[in-house]
């Protein structure tokens, strides 16, 4: 089965502090996505990657940056953490289709457990 | 903006019985996809019905799709107590670089 790990639960951080939120798959996956859910928006993608060092913006990806510097691993990092980013955040990786490539099928995606981070 | 928009928010059923919820979107889709989160975890896939298909099974689960009117239901047949849990669908459209979009979800109770 596919694994997808993400390296805390839960997570208190202080206003101003730089966070990494980490997530590493174990099934050769080629994309990799970064989400956060918050009631009733659903999820909101903020940044995914295709390849190694390869990543895209998402809809909302004010305020963050990320980093994939090998295959299984791809990182969040919040550069200055705000209150308004505290919510659930979710890792996902999927197998092939690269996005945007003419006639790309997504296949399903693969989610870890998830990150609670909380700003004070 | 959300691409998937679920009906109804929330749903509260007897064991047994069966749990319907719809999903409206309002691009062209490639495919569109209905996964399912217990409190506090990730998101696990059910299923994908792509855009030239117009029902799909999968155990207890009926998929349907019709791209005229931009809208597809998730039927779970039988409820158990175990179903309980969220419900979202995800559209992957061209329009949006087929990266998926989800939608709102379904919160669905169901009472043993």
């Known amino acids: 089965d596919v694994k997808v790990t993400q390296s805390s639960r839960y997570l208190v951080k202080r206003t101003g502090e730089k966070v990494f939120l980490e997530c590493v798959q174990d099934?050769?996956?080629?994309?990799m996505f970064w989400y956060r859910q918050d009631p009733g928006l659903g999820l909101r993608l903020i940044y995914f990657?295709?390849?190694?060092?390869?990543?895209e913006k998402g809809d909302i990806p004010e305020g963050y940056s990320v980093s994939r510097e090998k295959k299984e691993r791809f990182s969040l990092i919040l550069e200055s953490a705000s209150t308004n980013q505290t919510s659930m955040y979710l890792c996902?990786?999927?197998?092939?289709?690269?996005?945007?490539?003419?006639?790309?099928?997504?296949?399903?995606?693969?989610f870890g457990p998830g990150t609670r981070l909380t700003v004070l | 903006s959300q691409q998937g928009e679920e009906d109804p928010q929330a749903l509260s059923i007897q064991e047994g019985e069966n749990a319907t919820m719809n999903c409206s979107y309002k691009t062209s889709i490639n495919n569109l996809q209905w996964y399912r989160q217990n409190s506090g975890r990730g998101l696990v896939h059910l299923i994908l019905?792509?855009?030239?298909?117009r029902e799909k099974h999968s155990g207890r689960l009926r998929v349907t799709l019709d791209t005229s009117k931009k809208s597809s239901s998730l039927l779970i047949t039988a409820s158990r107590a175990a179903d309980t849990a969220s419900y979202f669908c995800?559209?992957?459209?061209?329009?949006?670089?087929?990266?998926?979009?989800f939608g709102g979800g379904t919160r669905v109770l169901v009472k043993p």
């Open positions: 990657s295709y390849d190694v060092k390869m990543k």
């Open positions: 996902a990786s999927s197998l092939v289709g690269a996005p945007g490539l003419a006639g790309g099928i997504y296949n399903e995606q693969f």
């Open positions: 995800a559209t992957d459209a061209y329009a949006a670089g087929n990266k998926l979009t």
């Open positions: 019905i792509r855009s030239n298909e």
């Open positions: 099934m050769d996956h080629e994309n």
